[in-house]
C-alpha cells in the first residue's frame, strides 16, 4: 500500500499536497500533513456544517477557535470550559484512553490561563451482559478516578448509557470547568518575530504516534489490538506539576502565548499557533528532551506524549520561564523560533530535514461536502428484555433497574466529587452540579446531556430534546445557562446514512441555542466511531454552564410526606424512541416535533421559582417517563406517593401508557407546598396537581393502569447496577 494511504490519506489529498508544495514531500512532511489533513485535527467532513452554530453572545469571551470556550461571570472572572472525546483510545486501552482523556481536556482549560475546578464524563457502552462492556466500564471508570483524583480535581456529574450499537465502540466524553481572572486569559497564537518558543512538561517518548490519523480518524476493524501503542500513557502528577507552573508563569507576565500538545502533538500545536498569529516557526527536535535517544525526527513532531505545554516566550524572558520550570520540576527547553517566514521548519541540530507552508499545513485540507441520505428504515438492531404480557408495576421495576437508568452510584463513589471545597450539589445529588464560586460572590451550575437513542430515532428533534434538557436540568438548580460546548460523536460521515445524521443533528443543536440565545463557545467532533457491525447511535453530548447568584437557594431536596405533587411544563409524552420500546424491542423512526418556545417558557418558569425559593422538589421528565420519576423521588427520600395521572391523559390527549412511561421534552415534577405550586399556575404554563407524597407505597394511578409497588422494592431494583457489573 502506498505510504501515504497507511497513514490515512486519500489519493486525491497526496495528489493536493504535491500540488501545494511543488515536489514530493519527505517522511517528516508526510506524517505531519497526515496528522494535520486527518479527521480529528482538520474537522474537513464538519467545519462547513459547524459554521451554522450560533457562536456570539454578551457573555462570551472565547468562542470556538480556542483552546477552549469562555464566558464572563462578573466580577473580573470568567468560566473556561469545554467537551472532547477520547473514544477510540478507550475503546482499545479502557484505563489510559479514559485517563488521558481527561488529562488532555484538563490541559485545554490550563492552555487558556484558567485553573480547572470540575470535571464531567458522558459515557457510552454496550449492553451489560456482554464481559467486553464489563472490562470497558470497569477500566474507563477507573481510569477517570485516577486522573481527576490524583490531580485534586473534583468529577462532579456526568451520565452512563448502556446501548447496544455501543458495543465495540464505546464512547468517552470528558468535559472541564476552569475559572480565570478574564483579564489574565491567554491565546495560543504564536506572534513576535524573534520570539523563543518553550516545550515544557514530560519528556517526549512514542506514546501516542499517529493517535489522531491511525486511531480517532477512521473505523474500528478487526485489528484493534495492534492499535495498542496509539494509545498515551497519562501521569497526573506530572500535570500537577504543569498546572502550577502554568499559573505562576501566567501571573508573572512571561507568556506571550500557551498552547497544549493533544491530537498530532508538536506538529498540531506548534503549526495552529503559527497560523494563528500569521507567522512562520521554526522546531529543532535535536533540542527536544526525549524519553528514548533514537526517536526519529517524524516521531518526535506527530507524538502524542502528554502533559506537555508549548509556550511563546520574548527573548528577555527566557532564562526567568526556564527558571521556573526547574522550581516545578519540570523539563523544559528552548526548541525553536517564531519567524516572519510563513513556513513551518523542522531542523535537526540546525540541519532542514522539513519546510511546509503553515497555510497548507494547517489550513490547507480540503473540506468536503457530505451527500446525506435518510434511511427509509431503522437501521439499527433491536432486542426484547421485558416480558410479554408485564403489568405497569412489573414495567416500573424494570425500567428503574435497567443499566441506563439505574443509580450509577457504583462509578460516582469512585471519583472525589468534592475535593477543592467548591462542590454544592454533587454527582446525582441534583439535575446539575452546582459549585460555589466566591471569587465572584455567586455560583455556578454543570451540566452534560444526550440520549443517543432518541436521536437515532430523530438526529434533529433528539438533539433538541438534549438541548433542551440540559437547560432543563441547569433550571432545576436555579442557573441560567450561559454557553454551550458540545462534542458530536458520529459513524463514518462519507456514507450518506450518517451524513444526514450528522447534518440533521447540527441542524437541531443550532435551531435549540438559536431558541433558547445560547452561544455555542467550543466543542469537539468525533467521526468515525463505527465498526463492521455499524456505527454507533448519533450522540451529541450537550455541556452547558449556567449561574445562579446564590447557591443557597439551589432546589435539589427530595420531597417531604405530605408535599403535594404536579407535572409542569409542555410534555406531551410518546412512547417512541422510550425505554419502554427499548425493553419491547420496538424502536424506530421518529419522534413527537419538539415545541422549543413552550419549553423555554417552563425552563424560565421553574428557573425563577427556584431562585425565588418557592420550589424545593423539582426535576425534569426524563428517560423513564414520569412513573420512573416519580418512583426515584420516592426512593431518595423514603417516603411513597399517592397520584393519578388521569387530568394528564385528559389535558394532554394521550394514553394511560403514554401518560406513566412516555418521554419529551418540557415536562418537570413538582413538589411542594399546594398554594406555592398553584401559584405558578396562570404563568403560561401547562399545569397539572398530580397527588401526594405519603406512605411507603408508590401508587400511580392513570386511567384503568396502576402502578403500586413498595418504595423499598423501587430502591432495590435502581441500586441493582453495582453487582451486575461487578460479575
Not at 519546510?355 to 434511511?375: N, S
Not at 404480557?389 to 471519583?415: C, F, H, N, P, V
Not at 441542524?507 to 438559536?514: N, T, V
Request: one cysteine or more.
Amino acid at each position: 500500500m502506498a505510504k501515504h494511504r497507511e497513514l490515512g490519506l486519500t489519493d486525491a489529498e497526496f495528489d493536493l499536497i504535491l500540488e501545494k508544495m511543488g515536489r514530493e514531500p519527505n517522511g517528516v512532511e508526510l506524517a505531519m500533513f497526515s496528522l494535520l489533513w486527518s479527521e480529528h485535527c482538520a474537522y474537513k467532513h464538519s467545519k462547513k456544517l459547524l459554521g451554522k452554530l450560533p457562536t456570539d453572545g454578551p457573555r462570551v469571551v472565547m468562542g470556538p477557535g480556542e483552546n477552549a470556550g469562555a464566558v464572563d461571570i462578573g466580577s473580573g472572572w470568567s468560566i473556561a470550559f469545554k467537551v472532547e472525546s477520547h473514544n477510540h483510545p478507550s475503546a482499545v486501552e479502557p484505563f489510559q484512553g479514559a485517563a488521558t482523556g481527561v488529562g488532555g481536556i484538563l490541559r485545554d482549560v490550563i492552555a487558556l490561563g484558567a485553573r480547572p475546578i470540575a470535571i464531567l464524563d458522558s459515557l457510552r457502552f454496550g449492553e451489560l451482559d456482554s464481559e467486553r462492556t464489563r472490562y470497558l466500564v470497569d477500566g474507563v471508570v477507573r481510569g477517570i478516578g485516577h486522573y481527576g483524583n490524583s490531580m485534586g480535581i473534583p468529577t462532579v456529574g456526568g451520565e452512563i448509557y448502556f446501548e447496544a450499537p455501543y458495543e465495540q465502540n464505546c464512547l468517552v466524553n470528558a468535559m472541564c470547568v476552569g475559572i480565570a481572572r478574564t483579564d489574565e486569559m491567554v491565546r495560543a497564537a504564536a506572534e513576535g518575530t524573534g520570539n523563543q518558543v518553550v516545550l515544557f512538561g514530560s519528556k517526549t517518548g512514542r506514546d501516542g504516534i499517529g493517535g489522531a490519523s491511525v486511531l480517532a480518524s477512521a473505523e474500528f476493524g478487526e485489528d484493534d489490538e495492534g492499535k495498542r501503542p496509539t494509545v498515551q500513557i497519562g501521569d497526573p502528577f506530572e500535570e500537577s506539576k504543569v498546572l502550577e507552573c502554568c499559573q505562576e508563569l501566567l501571573a508573572a507576565d512571561l507568556l506571550v502565548s500557551l498552547q497544549d500538545l493533544g491530537a498530532a502533538g508538536l506538529t498540531s500545536s506548534a503549526g495552529e499557533m503559527a497560523s494563528a498569529g500569521g507567522t512562520g516557526i521554526d522546531i529543532d527536535v535535536g533540542k527536544v528532551p526525549l524519553r528514548e535517544a533514537d526517536m526519529e525526527p517524524f516521531e518526535i513532531m506527530v507524538s502524542e506524549s502528554q502533559e506537555r505545554m508549548l509556550a511563546v516566550v520574548e527573548p528577555g524572558k527566557v532564562e526567568e520561564v526556564l527558571a521556573l520550570c526547574t522550581k516545578w520540576q519540570t523539563d523544559s527547553a528552548v526548541i525553536g523560533e517564531v519567524t516572519d517566514t510563513g513556513s513551518f521548519r523542522i531542523l535537526k541540530n540546525g540541519e532542514t530535514v522539513g519546510d511546509i507552508a503553515v497555510e497548507d499545513l494547517v489550513d490547507g485540507c480540503p473540506l468536503y461536502d457530505l451527500e446525506p441520505d435518510e434511511p427509509a428504515e431503522w437501521i439499527y438492531p433491536n432486542y426484547v428484555t421485558l416480558r410479554e404480557g408485564a403489568d405497569a408495576s412489573e414495567i416500573t421495576l424494570s425500567l428503574l433497574g435497567s443499566s441506563s437508568i439505574a443509580s450509577k452510584r457504583w462509578a460516582y463513589d469512585q471519583y472525589d466529587s468534592v475535593v477543592g471545597s467548591r462542590t454544592v450539589h454533587r454527582a446525582g445529588a441534583a439535575d446539575a452540579a452546582v459549585l460555589n464560586i466566591p471569587e465572584s460572590d455567586r455560583a455556578i451550575a454543570i451540566a452534560i446531556d444526550g440520549n443517543g437513542r432518541r436521536v437515532a430515532c430523530s438526529p434533529r428533534l433528539g438533539t433538541i430534546e438534549a438541548t433542551l434538557e440540559c437547560a432543563a436540568n441547569l433550571a432545576c438548580v436555579g442557573a441560567e445557562p450561559l454557553g454551550v460546548t458540545n462534542c458530536l460523536n458520529f459513524g463514518n460521515p462519507e456514507k450518506p446514512t450518517v451524513a444526514w445524521q450528522l447534518s440533521q443533528s447540527i441542524d437541531g443543536l443550532a435551531d435549540a441555542c438559536r431558541a433558547l440565545e445560547l452561544p455555542v463557545v467550543g466543542g469537539n467532533v468525533s467521526l468515525y466511531n463505527e465498526t463492521p457491525t455499524g456505527p454507533i447511535y448519533p450522540t451529541p453530548v450537550i455541556g452547558m454552564v449556567g449561574e445562579l447568584p446564590d447557591p443557597e437557594t439551589c432546589a435539589g431536596e427530595p420531597w417531604r410526606d405530605g408535599d403535594w405533587i404536579a407535572l409542569a411544563g409542555p410534555f406531551n409524552p410518546s412512547l417512541a424512541g422510550s425505554e419502554l420500546e427499548k425493553a419491547r424491542g420496538q424502536l424506530g423512526k421518529g419522534l413527537p416535533e419538539v415545541e422549543i418556545e413552550p419549553a423555554r417558557a417552563a425552563i424560565e418558569l421553574i428557573r425563577e421559582s427556584v431562585r425565588a425559593g418557592t420550589i424545593r422538589t423539582v426535576t425534569d421528565v426524563s428517560d423513564g417517563g414520569v412513573a420512573t420519576v416519580l418512583s426515584e423521588l420516592a426512593l431518595g427520600s423514603g417516603v411513597g406517593c399517592k397520584v393519578t395521572l388521569d387530568p394528564v391523559i385528559v389535558q394532554r390527549d394521550c394514553s394511560e401508557e403514554d401518560a406513566l412511561f412516555g418521554e419529551g421534552s418540557g415536562g418537570f415534577i413538582l413538589a411542594g407546598d399546594r398554594q406555592s405550586i398553584e401559584l405558578l399556575g396562570g404563568q403560561g404554563v401547562q399545569i397539572e396537581m398530580l397527588g401526594r407524597a405519603q406512605g411507603n407505597e408508590i401508587r400511580i394511578q392513570a386511567g384503568d393502569t396502576a402502578v403500586d409497588i413498595l418504595v423499598a422494592e423501587a430502591k432495590a431494583s435502581f441500586e441493582s447496577l453495582a453487582h451486575r457489573i461487578e460479575l
